[in-house]
Every structure is written in C-alpha cells, then in structure tokens.
Nanobody, 117 residues
Framework: QVQLVESGGGLVQAGGSLRLSCAASGGTFTSYNMGWYRQTPGKREFVARISWSGGSTDYADSVKGRFTISRDNAKNTVYLQMSSLKPEDTAIYYC???????????WGQGTQVTVSS
C-alpha cells in the first residue's frame, strides 16, 4: 500500500508561482509512474505525468510551458512547479501513482491551489 502526501498548495495571485510536492511511502518509488491531476466542481482532469525514471514527461495542453513535473527518486518525491498561474488553475491538486505494467494506482488526499485575479 502506497501512501501519498501532497503539500505546497495555497493562495497566490495570478502570474505567481507555487511548487507542489508529493511524498510517497510504503512502496518502491521507482516502480511507479507518477502524475498530478486536478479537481474542480464536477471534473477531475489530467495535469502532468512523469515516468519512473524521470526520462519521460507529458502535460495537459492547458499547462504546457507553465508547469514542470519532476521527481527525486532518492527522496521518493514528485514535484509540480507551477508558474504564470491563472485563476482557471484554481483546483484541488492530487498526486497519482500508477504501478508500472499494472492497473494498480493510488491517490493522495489533495492540496488546494487558489489563484486570485
């Protein structure tokens, strides 16, 4: 059982930056591809993902060029650097772990990001 704990959310003005962190425990971190999703009323959407090695990343079109996902396998942590934030980025951000070659997945508890205009 993998536990994921997000941190780093908060209130920021439009144009500002935040860095989210997700600390994983209870499993072999490099067995998982990691990602971030966000939840707004009625919708959960994909934000970014990174492969187990960090060698491959993917982003939603809405965040490309503004957000960067990275991971530190020595610290069992995945990050989401968010820049040029917009009010429409306001959401609860969830960390996601997908076990490689499996349907097994885990979610964190979420962290609120609010961008004021």
């Amino acid at each position: 059982q993998v536990q994921l704990v997000e941190s780093g959310g908060g209130l920021v003005q439009a144009g500002g930056s935040l860095r989210l962190s997700c600390a994983a425990s209870g499993g072999t971190f490099t067995s998982y591809n990691m990602g971030w999703y966000r939840q707004t009323p009625g919708k959960r959407e994909f934000v970014a993902r990174i492969s187990w090695s960090g060698g491959s990343t993917d982003y939603a079109d809405s965040v490309k060029g503004r957000f960067t996902i990275s991971r530190d396998n020595a610290k069992n942590t995945v990050y989401l650097q968010m820049s040029s934030l917009k009010p429409e980025d306001t959401a609860i951000y969830y960390c996601h772990a997908q076990l490689r070659f499996s349907t097994t997945q885990y979610w964190g508890q979420g962290t609120q990001v609010t961008v004021s205009s």
